[in-house]
Protein backbone atom coordinates (compact mmCIF):
# COMPACT_ATOMS: atom_id res chain seq x y z
CA UNK A 1 0.00 0.00 0.00
CA UNK A 2 2.91 2.65 0.66
CA UNK A 3 4.12 1.61 -2.89
CA UNK A 4 0.87 2.30 -4.06
CA UNK A 5 0.74 5.61 -2.09
CA UNK A 6 4.22 6.43 -3.33
CA UNK A 7 3.19 5.87 -6.85
CA UNK A 8 0.44 8.64 -6.70
CA UNK A 9 2.09 10.94 -5.11
CA UNK A 10 5.06 10.88 -7.81
CA UNK A 11 2.58 10.59 -10.00
CA UNK A 12 0.44 14.22 -8.89
CA UNK A 13 4.52 15.43 -8.76
CA UNK A 14 4.73 14.87 -12.78
CA UNK A 15 1.45 15.86 -13.71
CA UNK A 16 2.03 19.43 -11.70
CA UNK A 17 5.35 19.80 -13.62
CA UNK A 18 3.69 19.46 -16.86
CA UNK A 19 3.69 21.95 -19.20
CA UNK A 20 0.96 20.92 -21.66
CA UNK A 21 -2.72 20.68 -21.39
CA UNK A 22 -3.41 18.74 -24.16
CA UNK A 23 -1.19 15.46 -24.24
CA UNK A 24 -1.15 14.86 -28.06
CA UNK A 25 -0.59 18.50 -29.39
CA UNK A 26 2.16 18.50 -31.58
CA UNK A 27 5.18 21.17 -30.26
CA UNK A 28 3.58 24.56 -31.33
CA UNK A 29 0.55 24.00 -29.20
CA UNK A 30 2.45 23.38 -25.93
CA UNK A 31 1.33 25.25 -23.01
CA UNK A 32 3.04 27.35 -20.11
CA UNK A 33 1.70 26.57 -16.57
CA UNK A 34 0.01 29.80 -15.42
CA UNK A 35 -2.31 29.97 -12.39
CA UNK A 36 -2.27 25.96 -12.02
CA UNK A 37 -3.84 25.62 -15.08
CA UNK A 38 -2.51 25.37 -18.64
CA UNK A 39 -2.32 27.96 -21.16
CA UNK A 40 -1.94 27.73 -24.45
CA UNK A 41 1.41 29.42 -26.00
CA UNK A 42 -0.57 29.92 -29.30
CA UNK A 43 -3.29 31.92 -28.23
CA UNK A 44 -4.09 35.17 -30.35
CA UNK A 45 -3.21 38.12 -28.67
CA UNK A 46 -6.42 40.31 -26.68
CA UNK A 47 -7.21 36.55 -25.38
CA UNK A 48 -5.53 37.13 -22.28
CA UNK A 49 -7.75 38.66 -19.64
CA UNK A 50 -8.90 36.57 -16.17
CA UNK A 51 -12.27 34.99 -15.91
CA UNK A 52 -15.12 37.22 -14.33
CA UNK A 53 -14.44 36.17 -10.57
CA UNK A 54 -12.57 32.94 -10.80
CA UNK A 55 -9.05 34.50 -11.63
CA UNK A 56 -8.46 31.79 -14.23
CA UNK A 57 -5.67 33.03 -16.49
CA UNK A 58 -7.65 32.82 -19.68
CA UNK A 59 -10.09 34.75 -21.85
CA UNK A 60 -13.22 33.79 -23.79
CA UNK A 61 -13.73 36.94 -26.28
CA UNK A 62 -12.51 36.69 -29.52
CA UNK A 63 -12.74 33.55 -30.70
CA UNK A 64 -15.00 30.99 -32.19
CA UNK A 65 -16.54 28.72 -30.07
CA UNK A 66 -14.33 28.67 -26.46
CA UNK A 67 -10.47 28.40 -27.48
CA UNK A 68 -7.53 30.17 -28.00
CA UNK A 69 -5.16 28.23 -29.40
CA UNK A 70 -4.58 28.80 -33.42
CA UNK A 71 -5.84 25.26 -34.90
CA UNK A 72 -1.82 25.26 -35.71
CA UNK A 73 -1.32 21.50 -34.48
CA UNK A 74 -2.49 17.97 -34.22
CA UNK A 75 -4.48 17.70 -31.25
CA UNK A 76 -6.86 15.05 -30.33
CA UNK A 77 -10.32 16.96 -28.81
CA UNK A 78 -9.82 16.02 -25.19
CA UNK A 79 -12.58 14.26 -22.94
CA UNK A 80 -14.62 16.82 -21.13
CA UNK A 81 -17.43 15.42 -18.49
CA UNK A 82 -19.34 17.94 -17.41
CA UNK A 83 -20.90 17.63 -13.85
CA UNK A 84 -23.35 19.65 -12.96
CA UNK A 85 -25.79 20.06 -9.76
CA UNK A 86 -29.30 19.15 -9.78
CA UNK A 87 -30.08 19.64 -6.22
CA UNK A 88 -33.20 21.56 -4.81
CA UNK A 89 -31.19 24.81 -4.05
CA UNK A 90 -30.55 25.08 -7.50
CA UNK A 91 -34.22 26.83 -7.88
CA UNK A 92 -33.18 29.84 -5.87
CA UNK A 93 -31.49 32.65 -7.36
CA UNK A 94 -27.83 33.33 -7.58
CA UNK A 95 -28.12 35.72 -4.48
CA UNK A 96 -30.12 33.05 -2.48
CA UNK A 97 -33.56 34.77 -2.92
CA UNK A 98 -36.44 32.58 -3.83
CA UNK A 99 -37.40 33.69 -7.06
CA UNK A 100 -41.75 34.45 -8.66
CA UNK A 101 -43.57 31.32 -10.08
CA UNK A 102 -43.50 33.01 -13.39
CA UNK A 103 -41.69 32.42 -16.77
CA UNK A 104 -39.45 35.64 -15.63
CA UNK A 105 -38.85 34.18 -12.09
CA UNK A 106 -37.62 30.87 -13.57
CA UNK A 107 -35.46 32.51 -15.59
CA UNK A 108 -33.74 33.82 -13.00
CA UNK A 109 -33.00 30.53 -10.88
CA UNK A 110 -30.02 29.07 -11.01
CA UNK A 111 -30.93 25.63 -12.52
CA UNK A 112 -32.14 27.67 -15.57
CA UNK A 113 -28.95 30.09 -15.81
CA UNK A 114 -26.83 26.72 -15.24
CA UNK A 115 -28.87 24.88 -18.15
CA UNK A 116 -28.36 27.66 -20.08
CA UNK A 117 -24.87 28.17 -19.90
CA UNK A 118 -24.00 24.16 -20.38
CA UNK A 119 -25.94 24.29 -23.39
CA UNK A 120 -23.91 27.56 -24.35
CA UNK A 121 -20.66 26.20 -24.25
CA UNK A 122 -20.99 23.18 -26.09
CA UNK A 123 -22.89 24.49 -28.62
CA UNK A 124 -20.93 24.35 -32.11
CA UNK A 125 -18.27 24.57 -33.04
CA UNK A 126 -16.45 24.13 -29.63
CA UNK A 127 -17.89 20.45 -29.17
CA UNK A 128 -15.53 19.80 -32.26
CA UNK A 129 -12.55 20.33 -30.38
CA UNK A 130 -13.79 19.32 -27.27
CA UNK A 131 -15.75 15.73 -26.35
CA UNK A 132 -18.27 16.96 -23.76
CA UNK A 133 -20.36 14.88 -22.01
CA UNK A 134 -22.77 15.93 -18.97
CA UNK A 135 -23.40 14.11 -15.43
CA UNK A 136 -26.23 15.23 -13.14
CA UNK A 137 -26.17 14.30 -9.57
CA UNK A 138 -27.72 12.94 -7.53
CA UNK A 139 -29.52 10.86 -10.12
CA UNK A 140 -33.19 10.99 -10.54
CA UNK A 141 -34.44 7.28 -9.73
CA UNK A 142 -37.64 7.88 -11.07
CA UNK A 143 -41.22 7.00 -10.25
CA UNK A 144 -42.03 11.11 -9.29
CA UNK A 145 -39.81 11.22 -6.31
CA UNK A 146 -37.90 14.17 -8.03
CA UNK A 147 -39.38 18.04 -8.69
CA UNK A 148 -39.95 20.52 -11.55
CA UNK A 149 -38.62 23.61 -10.64
CA UNK A 150 -42.09 25.17 -10.60
CA UNK A 151 -42.67 22.33 -8.52
CA UNK A 152 -39.32 23.80 -5.89
CA UNK A 153 -40.37 27.67 -6.21
CA UNK A 154 -44.05 26.30 -5.37
CA UNK A 155 -42.31 24.71 -1.77
CA UNK A 156 -42.96 21.32 -2.70
CA UNK A 157 -39.65 18.86 -1.68
CA UNK A 158 -38.49 16.23 -3.25
CA UNK A 159 -38.39 12.44 -1.67
CA UNK A 160 -35.54 10.40 -3.37
CA UNK A 161 -33.60 8.69 -1.48
CA UNK A 162 -30.46 10.78 -0.11
CA UNK A 163 -26.79 10.17 -1.09
CA UNK A 164 -26.84 8.43 -4.44
CA UNK A 165 -24.45 8.91 -7.47
CA UNK A 166 -24.85 10.75 -10.29
CA UNK A 167 -25.97 9.55 -13.37
CA UNK A 168 -24.35 10.63 -17.17
CA UNK A 169 -27.17 11.44 -19.37
CA UNK A 170 -24.41 12.08 -22.22
CA UNK A 171 -20.98 9.93 -22.55
CA UNK A 172 -18.28 12.49 -23.87
CA UNK A 173 -17.76 12.29 -27.60
CA UNK A 174 -17.64 13.98 -30.55
CA UNK A 175 -19.97 16.72 -31.49
CA UNK A 176 -22.42 15.82 -28.36
CA UNK A 177 -23.55 19.50 -28.26
CA UNK A 178 -27.32 18.16 -29.89
CA UNK A 179 -27.38 15.07 -27.74
CA UNK A 180 -26.86 17.49 -24.15
CA UNK A 181 -29.50 20.12 -24.85
CA UNK A 182 -31.78 17.20 -25.79
CA UNK A 183 -30.87 15.93 -22.58
CA UNK A 184 -31.62 18.63 -20.21
CA UNK A 185 -34.37 21.39 -19.80
CA UNK A 186 -35.02 24.14 -17.35
CA UNK A 187 -38.60 23.13 -16.70
CA UNK A 188 -39.00 19.81 -17.00
CA UNK A 189 -35.27 17.91 -16.12
CA UNK A 190 -35.93 17.18 -12.27
CA UNK A 191 -34.39 18.30 -9.26
CA UNK A 192 -33.32 16.10 -6.35
CA UNK A 193 -32.68 16.76 -2.52
CA UNK A 194 -29.18 15.95 -1.01
CA UNK A 195 -25.74 17.16 -2.50
CA UNK A 196 -23.61 13.77 -3.16
CA UNK A 197 -20.52 15.41 -4.03
CA UNK A 198 -17.96 12.26 -3.57
CA UNK A 199 -20.54 10.24 -5.32
CA UNK A 200 -20.88 12.37 -8.26
CA UNK A 201 -16.99 12.03 -8.58
CA UNK A 202 -17.45 8.08 -8.11
CA UNK A 203 -19.62 8.34 -11.02
CA UNK A 204 -17.46 10.46 -13.32
CA UNK A 205 -14.50 8.49 -12.69
CA UNK A 206 -16.51 5.40 -13.39
CA UNK A 207 -17.48 6.96 -16.85
CA UNK A 208 -14.34 8.36 -17.17
CA UNK A 209 -12.32 4.98 -16.79
CA UNK A 210 -14.65 3.40 -19.25
CA UNK A 211 -13.87 5.81 -22.26
CA UNK A 212 -10.20 6.39 -21.73
CA UNK A 213 -7.81 6.18 -24.34
CA UNK A 214 -4.37 6.96 -24.34
CA UNK A 215 -4.43 9.30 -27.52
CA UNK A 216 -6.67 11.51 -25.36
CA UNK A 217 -6.46 13.77 -22.29
CA UNK A 218 -9.21 13.64 -19.62
CA UNK A 219 -11.30 16.32 -17.64
CA UNK A 220 -13.88 16.65 -15.15
CA UNK A 221 -15.69 20.71 -15.25
CA UNK A 222 -17.53 20.47 -11.78
CA UNK A 223 -20.26 22.94 -11.03
CA UNK A 224 -22.08 22.98 -7.54
CA UNK A 225 -23.94 25.64 -5.54
CA UNK A 226 -23.07 24.31 -2.31
CA UNK A 227 -21.19 21.69 -0.23
CA UNK A 228 -21.42 18.16 0.19
CA UNK A 229 -23.91 16.98 2.34
CA UNK A 230 -23.27 13.34 2.43
CA UNK A 231 -19.92 12.91 3.62
CA UNK A 232 -18.27 11.70 6.08
CA UNK A 233 -21.71 9.32 6.61
CA UNK A 234 -22.00 7.71 3.90
CA UNK A 235 -19.50 9.09 1.89
CA UNK A 236 -17.40 9.05 0.18
CA UNK A 237 -15.06 12.11 0.88
CA UNK A 238 -14.94 14.25 -1.91
CA UNK A 239 -11.32 15.16 -1.70
CA UNK A 240 -10.19 11.81 -1.88
CA UNK A 241 -12.17 11.34 -4.81
CA UNK A 242 -10.69 14.50 -6.65
CA UNK A 243 -6.99 13.59 -5.71
CA UNK A 244 -7.21 10.00 -7.00
CA UNK A 245 -8.56 11.79 -10.24
CA UNK A 246 -5.40 13.30 -9.87
CA UNK A 247 -3.32 10.72 -9.45
CA UNK A 248 -4.79 8.78 -12.88
CA UNK A 249 -4.02 12.43 -15.14
CA UNK A 250 -7.12 13.83 -14.87
CA UNK A 251 -7.35 17.34 -13.44
CA UNK A 252 -11.11 18.12 -11.83
CA UNK A 253 -11.98 21.77 -12.43
CA UNK A 254 -14.12 23.63 -9.95
CA UNK A 255 -16.85 26.16 -10.17
CA UNK A 256 -19.01 27.46 -7.46
CA UNK A 257 -21.97 28.99 -8.47
CA UNK A 258 -24.36 31.47 -6.53
CA UNK A 259 -23.61 32.96 -3.33
CA UNK A 260 -20.84 31.76 -0.33
CA UNK A 261 -21.62 30.13 3.07
CA UNK A 262 -24.80 29.64 4.67
CA UNK A 263 -27.12 26.47 5.23
CA UNK A 264 -27.27 26.69 1.27
CA UNK A 265 -24.18 28.61 -0.10
CA UNK A 266 -21.03 27.41 -1.98
CA UNK A 267 -19.06 25.94 0.58
CA UNK A 268 -15.44 27.90 -0.39
CA UNK A 269 -13.42 25.61 2.06
CA UNK A 270 -14.29 22.60 0.16
CA UNK A 271 -13.89 24.06 -3.16
CA UNK A 272 -10.62 25.15 -2.51
CA UNK A 273 -9.76 21.88 -0.82
CA UNK A 274 -10.95 20.59 -4.55
CA UNK A 275 -9.46 23.31 -6.70
CA UNK A 276 -5.82 22.35 -4.86
CA UNK A 277 -6.65 18.04 -5.33
CA UNK A 278 -7.52 19.17 -9.24
CA UNK A 279 -4.84 21.35 -9.50
CA UNK A 280 -6.98 23.78 -11.32
CA UNK A 281 -6.64 26.32 -8.58
CA UNK A 282 -6.31 29.63 -9.05
CA UNK A 283 -2.33 30.52 -8.26
CA UNK A 284 -1.58 26.87 -7.99
CA UNK A 285 2.04 26.91 -7.02
CA UNK A 286 1.12 29.08 -4.17
CA UNK A 287 -2.07 28.49 -3.27
CA UNK A 288 -1.14 24.58 -2.79
CA UNK A 289 0.88 22.18 -1.33
CA UNK A 290 1.91 18.58 -1.91
CA UNK A 291 -0.22 16.81 1.20
CA UNK A 292 -0.25 12.98 2.10
CA UNK A 293 -2.58 12.35 -1.00
CA UNK A 294 -2.18 14.82 -3.04
CA UNK A 295 -2.15 18.59 -3.15
CA UNK A 296 -4.10 20.51 -0.65
CA UNK A 297 -4.58 24.58 -0.32
CA UNK A 298 -2.25 26.44 1.74
CA UNK A 299 -5.39 28.72 3.82
CA UNK A 300 -8.65 26.09 3.09
CA UNK A 301 -10.63 29.25 4.89
CA UNK A 302 -9.20 32.02 2.43
CA UNK A 303 -10.18 33.44 -0.74
CA UNK A 304 -11.82 31.12 -3.30
CA UNK A 305 -9.46 29.20 -5.62
CA UNK A 306 -12.34 27.67 -7.73
CA UNK A 307 -13.91 29.63 -10.39
CA UNK A 308 -16.26 31.58 -8.28
CA UNK A 309 -19.73 32.64 -10.39
CA UNK A 310 -21.48 35.27 -8.72
CA UNK A 311 -24.77 35.15 -11.69
CA UNK A 312 -25.04 33.83 -15.03
CA UNK A 313 -22.84 35.86 -17.00
CA UNK A 314 -20.08 34.81 -15.22
CA UNK A 315 -20.82 30.88 -15.03
CA UNK A 316 -21.02 31.54 -18.96
CA UNK A 317 -18.24 32.77 -19.09
CA UNK A 318 -16.39 30.47 -16.67
CA UNK A 319 -17.82 27.50 -18.18
CA UNK A 320 -16.39 28.79 -21.87
CA UNK A 321 -13.06 30.28 -20.30
CA UNK A 322 -12.41 26.68 -18.89
CA UNK A 323 -13.32 24.96 -21.88
CA UNK A 324 -10.87 26.99 -23.68
CA UNK A 325 -8.12 26.03 -22.02
CA UNK A 326 -8.44 22.65 -22.76
CA UNK A 327 -10.03 22.51 -26.20
CA UNK A 328 -7.84 21.47 -28.91
CA UNK A 329 -7.51 23.48 -32.71
CA UNK A 330 -9.78 26.39 -31.46
CA UNK A 331 -9.98 28.69 -34.51
CA UNK A 332 -9.60 32.33 -33.37
CA UNK A 333 -12.85 34.28 -35.17
Known sequence: ???????????????????????????????????GVGVSSTKSAGTDASGSGGGLAVGVGGTS????????GACEPPDLLIVLDRTMSM????????????????????????????????????DTGLRFGLEL????PGGDVCITLSQRI????????????????????????????????????????????GAALVTATA??????????????LFVTDGGDTCSPDPGPE????????????????????????????VNVPLLNQLACAGMTAKDFANACQMGANGYEPTKPTGPPLFYDAADGASLSAGLKAIAGEVCCDCVPS
Open 1 to 35: MKNVRLLSLVALSLLAASTGACSSCSSDESASTEG
Open 65 to 72: GTGSGSGG
Open 91 to 126: ARRPDGSAPPDTAAGHAESKWYLAVNAVEQVTAPPA
Open 137 to 140: FPRD
Open 154 to 197: QGISATNPQCEQGEVVVSPGPEQSAPIAAAIDPETTLLCISTPI
Open 207 to 220: ELAKIADPIRDQYV
Open 238 to 265: PVNEVQMLAAAGIKTYVVGFGSQGGGDG
